[in-house]
C-alpha cells in the first residue's frame, strides 16, 4: 500500500482542470450492438470502476447507513471529489454504482463527473428493495423504487442507463426469477418513454455460470419492447497472466458475436493472484475482442474485506492508492480501442431466440406491469379486508393459512408464477392489498358453502369487515378480473397510474410475507399441495395480458 505518487497525482489533477470547462457531456446513444457518442458518432468504450463503499452487490452490504442499509456514493460532493482525481488517473469514463437513494441530492458529484468526462450506470435496485432470485416479485413497491432513480438520474446526460437486475438468476433452480426481471426491463423503458425523458438504456447484469447462454437469449429474445438495452457479464474467468483462450474471453466472444445489442463486462478483475496485474485489459481492448465487446467495469474502487479495491480510505478519510491502481493505471495507459463510426455502421444482428433447454424455467409470458389504480379498484370492491399496520409475522402467518389448498382457492388472483406464466390479476399489488384479496376471497367462499362459520371475516384480529365504495371508473376492471382473479384486465381506471412514483399500501416488497404467498415454489405447507394449487389455477384461467 502506498499513497498516490506525484507524477499519477499531477496528471489526474491537470486532466481534472482541463476537463472543468465542460458544461455537459455528449449523451452515449445505442446503435446495434454498440454505444456511440450522439454527437460526432465516435464508439464508445466503456472503461469502467464499480464505484460504491460497504456494498457487495447483488443487494447485500457489509454496512447500514442512515437507516437506508446502504451508502449512496453519488450524494456525498466531498468524497466525490476526493475520488474523480485517482478515477481519472485510470482513464475512467464510466462508472458503475449499486444502490442510489433518489431522495437525496446527487447535482453536485454528477456535475463534477461530467466536468471529469465520467458518466453513470446505476443499478436499479436497493438492498430492501429488489426482485429477490427465491422469491421473485414484481410489484408496486419495486416499480415506484425503480421509477424513483430513472427520475433522479434522468435530467444528467453523463446517465447512459441502468441495470434492472444483477445476478438474479444464478442457477438453474432459480431461473423464473427472469421473468420477473424481464417485466421490471419493459415497464421501465415503458416509463422512459411515458415520461419523455431522452434515450437511456436499461439492461440486465448476469453471472458466469451454466446458465450463461440461456440469460443472454432469454433477455434479448422477444420484443424490442421487453429485452434489453444491454447486456452485462460479471466474468473473473481471466486470473493472473492467463490468455485470450485460456481465461474463455475468445469462447465467451465468439457466444456474443451475433448479438444485436451492446454487450460488455459489467465486472471484472480477478483477486486470485494479488497484486492484479491486470493483464486482460489489453485483451479486452484489442483487436480481439472490441467487434463484440464494448469495454468492461473493475471491480472495484474502494478496498473492502472482499479485497477488490484498488484504493483504501483511512480513518481520516484520505484515500490511498493500492498496488492493483497503479497496475491497472498501467495497463489503461497503454489500450486505444479502435472502433466504427455510427454513419457507417449498419447493425447486422438479429435477436436471440427464447431458450427452449430442459433447465431453462422462465416463461416468455411476463408478469403484469403493477398499477396501483388497478389495485385501489379491486380493494374497493372487497368487504373482509386487512387491518392497516399488520407486522410482517402476522402477514405471513394468514398468508401461509389462507392460501393452503385445504382452505379453497382464495390465492389465484394474486399467485405470481413465473415458469407457467401464470399471473393473478392482482398479483403485482401490495402484501396489505393482496392479503385484503384472499381474506375477501376465503370471507365469500365461507359465506356461501359454510354456514357454521360464524366469523369468516376474523382471522384473530388481522382482517375486519367494511362496506364496498367500488367507483364506477373500476367497475370494468372488478369484471374483467372475474370472480377468481384471473381475467384479463384490458382497462386502466382513472385515479391511479403504473407510470408514477407515488408510494403503495402495505409491507416492503422483500417481505418475508409477499414472497411466501407469491412466488413459486416457497410456500410453508409443501412443494406438492404447492403444485396442485398451481394447477388449480392454471384451469381457472391463465395468461395476463400485459397492462
Given at each position: ?392 409475522d402476522s402477514i405471513t402467518t394468514q398468508f401461509n393459512y389462507i392460501c393452503d389448498p385445504a ?10 408464477n413465473g415458469t407457467t406464466g401464470v399471473y393473478g390479476a392482482f398479483s403485482g399489488c401490495s ?117
Open positions: 500500500m502506498k499513497g498516490l505518487g506525484i507524477a499519477s497525482a499531477g496528471i489526474a489533477a491537470a486532466t481534472w482542470f482541463a476537463a472543468s470547462a465542460v458544461a455537459q457531456l455528449d449523451p452515449i446513444v445505442i446503435k446495434g450492438s454498440k454505444f456511440f457518442y450522439k454527437t460526432n458518432g465516435t464508439e464508445f468504450f466503456i472503461r469502467g470502476v464499480a464505484y460504491q463503499q460497504d456494498f457487495s452487490g447483488n443487494g447485500s452490504t457489509t454496512t447500514t447507513t442512515g437507516g437506508t442499509g446502504y451508502t449512496d456514493p453519488l450524494a456525498n460532493a466531498t468524497n466525490c471529489a476526493r475520488d474523480i482525481p485517482l478515477l481519472q488517473g485510470l482513464q475512467t469514463n464510466t462508472i458503475r454504482v449499486y444502490a442510489v437513494d433518489p431522495t437525496q441530492d446527487h447535482s453536485e458529484c454528477m456535475q463534477m463527473l461530467t466536468k471529469a468526462g465520467i458518466y453513470v450506470i446505476s443499478d436499479l435496485s436497493e438492498p430492501a428493495v429488489s426482485i429477490n432470485r427465491d422469491t421473485p416479485e414484481w410489484n408496486e413497491a419495486i416499480f415506484d423504487r425503480y421509477a424513483s432513480v430513472i427520475d433522479a438520474f434522468s435530467n444528467y446526460t453523463n446517465t447512459i442507463g441502468f441495470f434492472a437486475g444483477n445476478e438474479v438468476s444464478n442457477a438453474p433452480n432459480n431461473t423464473a426469477a427472469s421473468a420477473f426481471v424481464k417485466a421490471a426491463v419493459r415497464d421501465m423503458k415503458a416509463y422512459i418513454v411515458s415520461k419523455n425523458y431522452r434515450a437511456m438504456g436499461v439492461g440486465y447484469a448476469s453471472d458466469d455460470d451454466d446458465t450463461r447462454i440461456e440469460l443472454a437469449d432469454y433477455f434479448n429474445c422477444g420484443t424490442a419492447a421487453e429485452s434489453i438495452d444491454f447486456w452485462g457479464y460479471n466474468i473473473y474467468s481471466w486470473c493472473g497472466q492467463s490468455s485470450y483462450s485460456a481465461s474463455s474471453y475468445e469462447a465467451r466472444t465468439q457466444e456474443f458475436s451475433s448479438y444485436n445489442v451492446p454487450a460488455f463486462f459489467a465486472e471484472y478483475g480477478c483477486n486470485k493472484v494479488e497484486p492484479r496485474p491486470f493483464d486482460e485489459v489489453g485483451t479486452l481492448f484489442g483487436s480481439d475482442m472490441t467487434p463484440v465487446w464494448s469495454g468492461g467495469i473493475v471491480y472495484m474502487y474502494f478496498q473492502e474485506a472482499n479485497d477488490y479495491g484498488l484504493v483504501t480510505i483511512g480513518s481520516d478519510n484520505k484515500a490511498t492508492t493500492l498496488s492493483d491502481y497503479d497496475n491497472l493505471s498501467t495497463a489503461m495507459a497503454k489500450v486505444s480501442p479502435s472502433g466504427v463510426n455510427s454513419a457507417s455502421y449498419t447493425p447486422s444482428n438479429s435477436p436471440q431466440a427464447c431458450p427452449t433447454t430442459s433447465t431453462w424455467q422462465a416463461a416468455t409470458n411476463l408478469p403484469p406491469t403493477p398499477n396501483d389504480a388497478i389495485c385501489q379498484c379491486m380493494v374497493q370492491n372487497l368487504t373482509c379486508v386487512a387491518k392497516s399496520g399488520l407486522s410482517e382452505q379453497g382457492n382464495n390465492c389465484g388472483g394474486i399467485l405470481a402484501d396489505s392489498e393482496r392479503l385484503s384479496y384472499a381474506f375477501n376471497q376465503y370471507y365469500l367462499n365461507q359465506t356461501a358453502t359454510n354456514t357454521q362459520n360464524t366469523s369468516p371475516c376474523e382471522f384473530s384480529g388481522t382482517a375486519q369487515k367494511v362496506t364496498p365504495k367500488l367507483a364506477s371508473s373500476c367497475k370494468a376492471v372488478v369484471s374483467q378480473a372475474g370472480s377468481a382473479g384471473t381475467g384479463s384486465i384490458t382497462s386502466t381506471p382513472t385515479g391511479g397510474s403504473s407510470t408514477g412514483s407515488g408510494s403503495s399500501s402495505g409491507t416492503t416488497s422483500t417481505s418475508k410475507a409477499a414472497a411466501i404467498i407469491l412466488s413459486v415454489p416457497t410456500f410453508d405447507f409443501g412443494i406438492l399441495k404447492l403444485a396442485a394449487y398451481v394447477t388449480s389455477a392454471m384451469f381457472v384461467g391463465a395468461g395476463m395480458v400485459l397492462l
